[in-house]
Nanobody, 123 residues
Framework: QVQLAESGGGLVQAGGPLRLSCAASGRTFSGITVGWFRQVPGKEREFVAVTQRWSGTNYYADSVKGRFTISRDNAKNTVYLQMNSLKPEDTAVYYC????????????????WGQGTQVTVSS
């Protein structure tokens, strides 16, 4: 079992930065692919970024490429999502998720989820 807990959400002005953290416990962290998703009311959960286990290769949604950076610190069992140049359309609840089977773009493939953290970007 793996427990995930997000933190770092909040209110930020457009153009500003914010860093989210996803702390994991319960299993060897380096062996887990971890993704970030976001969701707004009435819409499906949307893929944002992923950092793959072992290789550390990262992938991003086109909407955040060049603005967001995902990274991991295996010693701290933590994955980060650095968000820069935030836009009002980035407003959502952000979730970290772990251990996908199959495509990492699909939220339904992930085995573990955090509780989410709200990010609000004001214009």
């Amino acid at each position: 079992q793996v427990q995930l807990a997000e933190s770092g959400g909040g209110l930020v002005q457009a153009g500003g930065p914010l860093r989210l953290s996803c702390a994991a416990s319960g299993r060897t962290f380096s062996g887990i692919t971890v993704g970030w998703f976001r969701q707004v009311p009435g819409k499906e959960r949307e893929f944002v970024a992923v950092t793959q286990r072992w290789s550390g290769t990262n992938y991003y949604a086109d909407s955040v490429k060049g603005r967001f950076t995902i990274s991991r610190d295996n010693a701290k069992n933590t994955v980060y999502l650095q968000m820069n140049s935030l836009k009002p359309e980035d407003t959502a609840v952000y979730y970290c998720a772990g251990d996908p089977s199959g495509s990492f773009h699909q939220s339904g493939n992930y085995r573990y989820w955090g509780q989410g953290t709200q990010v609000t970007v004001s214009s």
